[in-house]
Structure formats: C-alpha cells, structure tokens
C-alpha cells in the first residue's frame, strides 16, 4: 500500500475529503517525527504499537565483494514494536 492509497482508504472510511485525509496523515507522521527527535522520544499508540528510538553502536563490518572490513559509524534508529491487537490481527 502507498502513501496515495492510505489516503484514499482514510477518505472512504472517515466520509471525509482526500485534501483532509492527507492533511491528517501529514499531521500525524509530523508529529511522530517531532516526538521522537526530542532527547526521551517514545510514543505508544495502545493496541497498536510503540515508536521509539535507540541507539547502534559503531562497529567493523565487511565489503560483500572485496572481503574489506570497513567501518560503519554510531547511529540513531527508529524501533517500532508492534501492540497486542496488531500481532493479534495479523
């Protein structure tokens, strides 16, 4: 599914137009970005999942075609782990 259907299916099941829909979901992920650049950044959406951010150290890996090891810097991720009614339903 993209971007464009999720928008289209939100229209449908909310009656609304597809400019609020969008809107909507450009409101939301804004808002999970912003949370989670903020320094204790977790956010819990009950039954469907937790975003959090975490923390991978740097480390020494390998260049698939020479064998070279390189080195692969710190960085910061996004986990999401998925709620109790998501795992359910899938």
Avoid: C, H
């Avoid at 259907?5 to 099941?13: C, R």
């Avoid at 999970?32 to 150290?57: A, C, D, P, Y």
């Avoid at 090891?69 to 996004?78: D, G, Q, R």
């Amino acid at each position: 599914m993209t971007k464009a259907d999720l928008i289209e299916a939100m229209a449908k099941d909310a009656g609304i137009t597809k400019v609020a829909a969008g809107a909507a979901l450009d409101s939301f992920v804004d808002g999970i970005v912003k949370t989670l650049k903020k320094k204790e950044g977790k956010i819990t959406l009950v039954g469907f999942g937790t975003f959090s951010k975490g923390r991978r150290k740097a480390r020494t890996g390998r260049n698939p075609q020479t064998g070279a090891p390189i080195k692969i810097k710190a960085s910061t991720v996004v986990k999401f782990k998925a709620g109790k009614k998501l795992k359910a339903s899938v």
